[in-house]
């Protein structure tokens, strides 16, 4: 949702009535980020929902950790979204740029393959994956119940993730506007 966001705008023409307000670009990706964390986080209570009660998938953790942790994972990958929507001129190139960046994504998260079986020069890109550290998280809450000092080892590489994309956002955002 959000690497089409900025691009949709741009072909639509809405994007340059957005920076024509006395908005700052802070404020504009605060904007951008509020609505797709709300909506993914539904999605995500809904799936757990389904997961617990129908496919009786066991749950023995915290719901405070695990919300914590889908909070911060969600906006580690909208801060990525943002950053691709923010240097596409279109809707296309925001599409492939989010899927040239989401297959690898997921191909180095552990989520296919584990992490340790993967070539020595590639393990040390996966601390860049934020979904490795949600996916160590959601097996921790749902399967051992890990304490929250365990989960903020986790949280924490993926809340600095997040600033870090969303902060190069912010400022292709201003780079563009000027």
């Given at each position: 949702?959000?690497?089409?966001?900025?691009?949709?705008?741009?072909?639509?023409?809405?994007?340059?009535?957005?920076?024509?307000?006395?908005?700052?670009?802070?404020?504009?990706?605060?904007?951008?980020?509020?609505?797709p964390m709300i909506i993914s986080?539904?999605?995500?209570?809904?799936?757990?929902?389904?997961?617990?009660?129908?496919?009786?998938?066991?749950?023995?953790?915290?719901?405070?950790?695990?919300?914590?942790?889908?909070?911060?994972?969600?906006?580690?990958?909208?801060?990525?979204?943002?950053?691709?929507?923010?240097?596409?001129?279109?809707?296309?190139?925001?599409?492939?740029?989010?899927?040239?960046?989401?297959?690898?994504?997921?191909?180095?998260?552990?989520?296919?393959?584990?992490?340790?079986?993967?070539?020595?020069?590639?393990?040390?890109?996966?601390?860049?994956?934020?979904?490795?550290?949600?996916?160590?998280?959601?097996?921790?809450?749902?399967?051992?119940?890990?304490?929250?000092?365990?989960?903020?080892?986790?949280?924490?590489?993926?809340?600095?993730?997040?600033?870090?994309?969303?902060?190069?956002?912010?400022?292709?955002?201003?780079?563009?506007?000027?």
């Amino acid at each position: 949702l959000t690497s089409l966001s900025v691009a949709r705008e741009r072909e639509l023409g809405t994007f340059d009535q957005t920076l024509v307000s006395p908005l700052s670009p802070t404020v504009l990706i605060i904007g951008k980020t509020i609505p797709p964390m709300i909506i993914s986080t539904i999605e995500a209570s809904v799936i757990f929902f389904a997961a617990t009660t129908f496919f009786g998938v066991p749950f023995v953790g915290s719901i405070f950790i695990l919300y914590s942790g889908l909070i911060s994972f969600l906006f580690s990958i909208v801060g990525i979204g943002l950053f691709i929507s923010s240097i596409s001129s279109t809707q296309q190139q925001g599409i492939l740029g989010a899927f040239v960046l989401v297959v690898p994504y997921v191909l180095m998260s552990g989520f296919a393959t584990p992490v340790e079986n993967m070539p020595s020069w590639l393990i040390p890109l996966t601390d860049f994956v934020s979904l490795k550290y949600f996916l160590i998280l959601l097996k921790g809450v749902f399967l051992k119940n890990i304490s929250f000092s365990i989960a903020l080892e986790l949280i924490i590489p993926m809340l600095a993730l997040g600033f870090v994309s969303l902060f190069c956002a912010s400022w292709m955002f201003r780079h563009k506007i000027s």
